[in-house]
């Protein structure tokens, strides 16, 4: 979601962007994550490069080569740092990890967890459906469902989940066309196997410890292997709120 709202906001010329992240991210569609460039130094999605910046020099040394600049940053010191004109708290963790309506002259907040004139000046909807990309100005988005998007008749089966505490190993990757039943991996001696047939779109990288049943993978049924590298419907639909939010509140 927070690659979808940057590349977004990139593309609409907003060229100094400042992206946080934990030391270890784990991304399920890595293939279209900035936050890549912490493991790999550099990072490109559909055309944008991101790059990762240690010092505060290396993040205007990425703005003024027109790049995106991604951090370690757990804690969001760097956003009174920057005097931060707009702050997007994109975590999608379902609860407010500490985002406050003070840390910058307009806070958005993605998805159920933020009350809209409390914790932020706009909280923008993410579930899937009609609702989906509303600007919210008061209240909350709708609350969290636990149910994946249905995508191809499919919501639930299309994910992959860890099923015990352990290592995960690979023994299929991102593009690979499966059947259901067929092992994508494994924690330690139990089997990560396929739901449903389908293209792996998402996979995190191997070699991580998970816990029980978090996601680690999401097999997509259209079995496009295009959908892979390309920033998702719903991502695309929420950078667009997120841009919406920023032109209407600087009449822009």
Same mark, same amino acid.
């Given at each position: 979601?927070?690659?979808?709202?940057?590349?977004?906001?990139?593309?609409?010329?907003?060229?100094?962007? /400042?992206?946080?992240?934990?030391?270890?991210?784990? @991304?399920?569609?890595?293939?279209?994550?900035?936050?890549?460039?912490?493991?790999?130094?550099?990072?490109?999605?559909?055309?944008?490069? @991101?790059?990762?910046?240690?010092?505060?020099?290396?993040?205007?040394?990425?703005?003024?080569?027109?790049? $995106?600049?991604?951090?370690?940053?757990?804690?969001?010191?760097?956003?009174?740092?920057? *005097?931060?004109?707009? /702050?997007?708290? @994109?975590?999608? &963790?379902?609860?407010?990890?500490?985002?406050?309506? &003070?840390?910058?002259?307009?806070?958005? &907040?993605?998805?159920?967890?933020?009350?809209?004139?409390?914790?932020?000046?706009?909280?923008?909807?993410?579930?899937?459906? +009609?609702?989906?990309?509303?600007?919210?100005?008061?209240?909350?988005?709708?609350?969290?469902?636990?149910?994946?998007?249905? $995508?191809?008749?499919?919501?639930?089966?299309?994910? /992959?989940?860890?099923?015990?505490?352990?290592?995960?190993?690979?023994?299929?990757?991102?593009?690979?066309?499966?059947?259901?039943?067929?092992?994508?991996?494994?924690?330690?001696?139990?089997?990560?196997? &396929?739901?449903?047939?389908?293209?792996?779109?998402?996979?995190?990288?191997?070699?991580? +410890?998970?816990?029980?049943?978090? *996601? $680690?993978?999401?097999?997509?049924?259209?079995?496009?292997?295009?959908?892979?590298?390309? $920033?998702?419907?719903?991502?695309?639909?929420?950078?667009? @709120?997120?841009?919406?939010?920023?032109?209407?509140?600087?009449? /822009?």
């Amino acid at each position: 979601m927070a690659t979808g709202v940057a590349s977004r906001l990139f593309r609409a010329r907003f060229r100094q962007i /400042l992206m946080l992240e934990i030391a270890a991210p784990m @991304a399920v569609r890595r293939h279209v994550s900035f936050c890549e460039a912490i493991h790999d130094q550099t990072m490109a999605v559909e055309g944008i490069e @991101a790059v990762r910046a240690s010092e505060d020099y290396e993040v205007l040394e990425a703005w003024r080569t027109e790049k $995106i600049a991604v951090r370690v940053d757990p804690n969001g010191e760097s956003i009174r740092r920057c *005097k931060a004109d707009i /702050l997007v708290d @994109a975590t999608v &963790a379902k609860r407010n990890l500490g985002t406050t309506i &003070a840390q910058a002259p307009l806070v958005i &907040a993605l998805g159920p967890g933020f009350v809209a004139g409390k914790d932020c000046h706009i909280v923008v909807e993410t579930n899937r459906g +009609h609702n989906l990309g509303t600007l919210i100005t008061e209240g909350m988005a709708e609350a969290n469902t636990g149910i994946p998007g249905n $995508i191809g008749g499919f919501t639930n089966e299309r994910v /992959l989940r860890s099923p015990s505490d352990g290592l995960f190993i690979a023994v299929r990757q991102i593009g690979d066309l499966v059947r259901k039943g067929d092992v994508i991996g494994r924690v330690g001696d139990a089997e990560v196997t &396929a739901q449903i047939d389908g293209i792996i779109r998402g996979l995190i990288r191997p070699n991580f +410890h998970v816990t029980t049943r978090l *996601k $680690i993978g999401d097999i997509d049924p259209r079995g496009n292997r295009s959908y892979c590298d390309t $920033i998702s419907d719903k991502a695309r639909s929420i950078g667009g @709120a997120v841009l919406e939010a920023i032109l209407a509140t600087y009449n /822009l």
